[in-house]
């Protein structure tokens, strides 16, 4: 292969872009464009060092859901050759170490693994800061002449980078450092689950994140469930000034009433049958951390009051107790209900509604996140890959249509457990079935069916074509809707009958249920459901 007669006239615009202030996305992609010419490839990709992984920042020939990975360092040699590497490295022809873009090259009629490969280390300001990569799927494609200039190549990245960083905000450095201080102080620590996407609905979301995370404000997290409404709370606790204190998580939902208040504000010894010791609450466990609130909205009345006494004054009491307690608490709260209306029906006080939603923060749901989705995509399949022990694991083109033509009802969640079954459909496919698959083994591609998520139209019925019919996974259909109003419809039945059948006696309907007397009155109540004056006695 032989390189352009006139390399200059490439690099002159990279070096002029140095002094331009550019969206880092679109100088990576100027560099992996000018780096193509230079060193013709059927693939490029920028990669930075995040802890123990690297991070897919800008590809060219790569399959998507390529920059929603995270390449552990210790489960791909190659990548740590390169990083170890003094200069430019080129592999040779019959290197057996795996190629960690193995199946993910576009284009190639088949699954084809990468034939010649070779990279380069970036090092800014004295430290290591990623990788640049180059691969072919033919085979002889590089040679040795050509280590020169990509080492000259990687210096203007580098360069590039570093001029990037400088021009950034300070915010953004200081959260960046911070980030970095983590890293090193959990560095034995699993890797937390971080955000993923590009759409702009995304970004927005981050942008909110960025801005309220270090102002230790309330913030009412609303979206619908699945959105990942938990990890943007972990995401506002990580990047607060609180994230060397705990992080202390309560669902209100799956508590029963009567031990609500002893949940969030603790007990004393003797305070109600069963309290046989001293026993902290959430908000003493969080003292001087955050404090997450999930299902806000399915609180009792009677706590909410104490709830937002806490919030206002840092004071709460333990159930059995006159002492009060102070404690320096971030609340973030979450919820998949419309709180303005509960307000209005009498179901959430509005004081509580105003001091929770100091800063709203809306989770956008996954069908607004346009191609994001094969970019968490991409990240559910590297977990599944590792956990499995497989080689490779990629998406079908036809795969990559079907999850982006879905509606996804479960949101993100939704997406997560989908691929995990795909996965072990793909493997028992690419294996036989018996669970062999190994690091050396074939690279497996998840396939359309594997999904499960056939996406043609429902058929007509003889009463008309079911408008909005969304496939289930036994092959029928089921008319589109409202989830919430579908539940709410089916409870309101259940307790309707409940009620029916043990007329003047909550208690019984409530057993018959399964479920304790004082949360079947408070949900007759939220359902809009007549209970008789008879019934809301006590029984006995």
């Keep these: 292969m032989t390189s352009p007669a006139n390399p200059l006239a ?8 140095l002094a331009h202030d550019l969206p880092m996305e679109l100088r990576c992609q100027r560099l992996l464009t000018v780096l193509r010419q230079l ?38 040699p190659r990548l740590r050759a390169l990083l170890d590497a003094p200069g430019a490295l080129r592999f040779p022809l019959d290197c057996a170490l795996p190629d960690p873009y193995d199946g993910l090259i576009e284009g190639a009629a088949e699954h084809l693994d990468v034939h010649d490969c070779m990279g380069c280390a970036l090092r800014v300001d004295g430290a290591q800061w990623g990788l640049l990569t180059l691969d072919a799927l033919d085979a002889g494609r590089f040679s040795g002449a050509e280590l020169a200039l990509l ?48 759409s702009p609905a995304f970004r927005q979301m981050a942008a909110e994140i960025d801005l309220v995370a270090p102002a230790d404000l309330t913030v009412l997290l609303t979206g619908e469930t699945g959105a990942g409404k938990e990890l943007v709370a ?12 705990p992080m202390v998580t309560i669902n209100c939902a799956a ?6 208040e002893s949940e969030l504000f603790g007990h004393v010894r003797g305070a109600f049958s069963g309290a046989v010791g001293d026993r902290h609450g959430k908000f003493q466990m969080a003292d001087g951390g955050t404090l997450f609130l999930d299902e806000v909205g399915e609180l009792p009345l009677a706590v909410q009051a104490k709830l937002l006494r806490a919030l206002q004054e840092g004071q709460l009491q333990r159930v059995g107790s006159d002492r009060e307690h102070h404690v ?24 509580l509604f105003h001091r929770l939603s100091v800063f709203p923060l809306r989770v956008p749901p996954l069908r607004e996140r346009g191609r994001d989705v094969l970019l968490l995509a991409g990240s559910f399949i590297e977990e599944n890959r590792r956990r499995m022990g497989l080689r490779g694991l990629r998406l079908s083109a036809a795969a990559q249509d079907a999850l982006l033509a879905h509606d996804w009802p479960g949101n993100v969640r939704e997406l997560e457990y989908l691929i995990a079954r795909a996965a072990l459909r793909a493997r028992a496919r690419g294996d036989g079935g018996t669970g062999l698959a190994s690091g050396l083994g074939p690279i497996v591609s998840i396939e359309r ?24 996974a036994a092959g029928g259909t089921v008319a589109a809707c409202d989830l919430r109003q579908e539940v709410d419809g089916f409870q309101r039945r259940k307790v309707e009958a409940a009620i029916a059948a043990h007329p003047g006696n909550l208690a019984a309907a409530a057993r018959a249920l399964g479920m304790d007397r004082a949360n079947l009155a408070r949900l007759a109540g939220r359902l809009g459901v007549a209970v008789p004056r008879a019934a809301r006695r006590p029984a006995g």
Excluded: W
Aim: include cysteine.
């Design 151 to 198: 080492d000259t190549f990687a210096s203007l990245a580098a360069a590039t980078v570093a001029a990037t960083r400088r021009l950034q905000q300070l915010s953004l450095r200081v959260e960046d450092e911070r980030r970095r201080a983590d890293a090193y102080r959990h560095g034995a620590a699993p890797a937390p689950a971080t955000l993923v996407g590009q």
């Design 449 to 472: 069916e594997d999904l499960a998520l056939d996406a043609a139209e429902a058929p007509s019925t003889p009463g008309g074509a079911m408008a909005g019919g969304t496939e289930t």
């Design 10 to 17: 490439l690099i002159a615009p990279l070096i002029a872009d």
């Design 328 to 351: 320096d608490v971030r609340l973030v709260a979450a919820t998949n209900r419309d709180l303005a209306a509960e307000v209005k029906a009498g179901r959430f006080r509005a004081d």
């Design 39 to 76: 060193l013709p490839c059927d693939a490029a990709a920028l990669l930075r060092l995040e802890g123990d992984a690297l991070v897919p920042v800008s590809v060219q020939g790569l399959s998507p859901d390529t920059l929603g990975r995270r390449f552990a360092v210790a489960a791909h």
């Design 255 to 260: 508590l029963p009433e009567h031990l609500v």
């Design 234 to 245: 972990r995401q506002l606790h990580a990047r607060s000034g609180r994230a060397d204190k």
